[in-house]
């Protein structure tokens, strides 16, 4: 069972920087890729940003340049730095994990941190 505990929301004015982490503790398997995702109010979750198992990173248009996802192994813990908040990137961010082995694994879901960009 693997557990992942978000951190780093608030309220930050336009223009402004916050870093989200996700923390992964457990029986966490070989093959490890972390996406996150956000759900603004009136509105499906979207994706944002991927890591996969060797590091190739992905990103949502709208995002690309402002948001950078990043890993500390040691720690089992991912982070989103996000620049040049918009009031459009309000939402509640998730982070989710897919660990397995040999293609076969879980998914696994963070508890979800409020981000609002206003001034």
């Known amino acids: 069972q693997v557990h992942l505990v978000e951190s780093g929301g608030g309220l930050v004015q336009p223009g402004g920087s916050l870093r989200l982490s996700c923390a992964a503790s457990g029986n966490l398997f070989s093959t490890n890729s972390m996406g996150w995702y956000r759900q603004a109010p009136g509105h499906q979750r979207e994706w944002v940003a991927r890591?996969?198992?060797?590091?190739?990173?992905t990103y949502k248009d709208s995002v690309k340049g402002r948001f950078t996802i990043s890993k500390d192994t040691a720690r089992n813990t991912w982070y989103l730095q996000m620049n040049s908040l918009k009031p459009e990137d309000t939402a509640v961010y998730s982070c989710n994990l897919w660990s397995g082995h040999s293609g076969s694994g879980y998914n696994y879901w963070g508890q979800g941190t409020q981000v609002t960009v206003s001034s």
């Open positions: 890591m996969d198992n060797i590091g190739t990173i």
